[in-house]
């Protein structure tokens, strides 16, 4: 059996081939330029037959777009389990993903991609009118989040340095704590709608979901999906736990199921407002916005600041339940990272306010310090004056027995 050839193609061209058998394999391959390259790619053939002799796992070098096939088929396989919504956003997030990956070299190797990409990618970003360099800093981590992703399932990024590139993001909204004043008119105003001139019932009904979806953020520290979203049978009555799933990193946490939480989703069972979701209309893609919308509505004739710009929104709930949490359990940051879910100091700090009450004892704090030095500066003068009167007492018997 011949192990090289050459011959011409239809155009003429001359191309060399192989064809030769190795330990049981039939290896044969044509198309090659040059013998050289023919040659090359026979050794690479018998080696990778000798390595699974040896039980040795080799695979193909992982490409750029290898990369991102794999890092968008497990955002796909995510979305099966989350709402309309994510699945919408990861279309549109991988678009700019792919972006890079087309710039950078769909066929070069992801091994190559350095910080360096990954800056120059985002400087790109940034000057677009139509993204934010919050934005931009977004994608910058969606692109770690491919490279991630690539390396944990291929073989041959085991032992890679992945690149990363920090990029501190600045929110365009404030979040901050809801006051109980607050809270407590929302869900009131929310479960005691005023008269509508028409659809009064279907108004009634959606703002007591509403008022019953606030109430459950306020007490879970859930987001939004998370809470409207949720079934009866993640609900342990024997156990008093309730399971949230999540809709971001995490898969799923344990919360105690408080009396609160007993409740509300007990009165809404008694009251039929239930089926096999806690609020059946969740089915509904388009279920999150009627109930943020209704939630607007409400704090505007509440008289509340509402809103992103300068006021608190239901995701407003959670930043409360964790920093409350905090407050109460004197800072036991491991118990409130459980219940809400979070797996990094860095993403948990985010939902940490300041309080007031937390301020005063911050100045209870200082104004201790500035007793120390004056208790000490006391203490001297008390010192010095005792010292004073020692000497003139001592100073008297000598003198007498001078002039004796």
């Known amino acids: 059996m011949r192990n090289f050839y050459s011959y011409n193609n ?5 191309l060399h081939g192989y064809e030769r058998r190795y330990q049981t394999h039939q290896l044969r391959k044509k198309g090659f330029i040059s013998r050289a390259e023919a040659e090359s790619h026979l050794r690479q053939a018998m080696s990778d037959i000798d390595a699974e002799v040896r039980g040795e796992v080799r695979s193909k070098p992982t490409t750029a777009q290898d990369a991102l096939n794999i890092y968008r088929r497990n955002l796909d396989v995510r979305a ?46 940034c000057f677009r009118p139509t993204l934010s360099k919050n934005s931009a800093a977004v994608h910058i981590g969606r692109i770690q989040g491919m490279l991630k992703a690539a390396q944990k399932a291929k073989p041959d990024l085991v032992n890679w340095l992945r690149p990363t590139l920090t990029v501190r993001r600045k929110t365009k909204f404030e979040r901050r704590v809801v006051e109980p004043w ?12 005023p008269l509508a001139p028409s659809r009064r019932v279907e108004r009634a009904s959606l703002w ?19 809470v409207l979203r949720m079934k009866l049978d993640q609900f342990s009555w024997s156990k008093g736990i309730v399971r949230l799933n999540a809709s971001k990193t995490e898969n799923q946490r344990d919360l105690p199921l408080w009396d609160c939480i007993y409740d ?20 509904v893609a388009t279920f999150d916005n009627a109930i943020a919308r209704a939630c607007r509505k ?31 359990t004197n800072n036991d940051a491991g118990t409130v990272m459980k219940y809400s879910g979070h797996k990094t100091l860095e993403s948990f700090s985010g939902y940490l306010h ?15 310090v500035a007793l120390i030095l004056r208790s000490f500066e006391n203490v001297g003068h008390i010192q010095n004056v005792e010292n004073v009167a020692g000497v003139d007492a001592n100073s008297l018997p000598n003198k007498q027995v001078a002039v004796s």
Not at 265 to 283: C, M, W
Not at 301 to 316: I, V
Request: hydrophobic share 35%; with cysteine; net charge positive.
């Open 10 to 14: 239809p155009s003429g061209q001359k």
């Open 80 to 125: 099966k389990d989350k709402d309309y919504q994510f699945a919408h956003n990861v279309k549109s997030n991988c678009k700019i993903v792919q972006e890079f990956v087309d710039r950078f070299g769909p066929n070069r190797l992801v091994r190559e991609v350095t910080e360096t990409d990954l800056r120059e990618f985002y400087q790109l970003l």
């Open 182 to 193: 607050e809270y407590a008119r929302l869900v009131n105003t929310l479960l005691s709608p």
């Open 208 to 226: 007591r979901d509403a008022g019953d979806a606030v109430q459950l953020l306020r007490m879970t520290g859930g987001r939004l999906n998370e």
């Open 264 to 283: 509300v989703v007990q009165r809404r069972i008694h009251e039929g407002l239930t089926s096999n979701y806690v609020f059946p209309r969740a089915r």
């Open 298 to 328: 409400a704090a505007r004739l509440a008289k509340l600041n509402y809103g992103q710009a300068n006021g608190f929104t239901c995701h407003s709930l959670r930043h409360t339940f964790i920093t409350d949490l905090m407050e109460k």
């Open 354 to 368: 300041s309080t007031e009450q937390g301020s005063i004892l911050a100045m209870q704090a200082m104004k201790d």
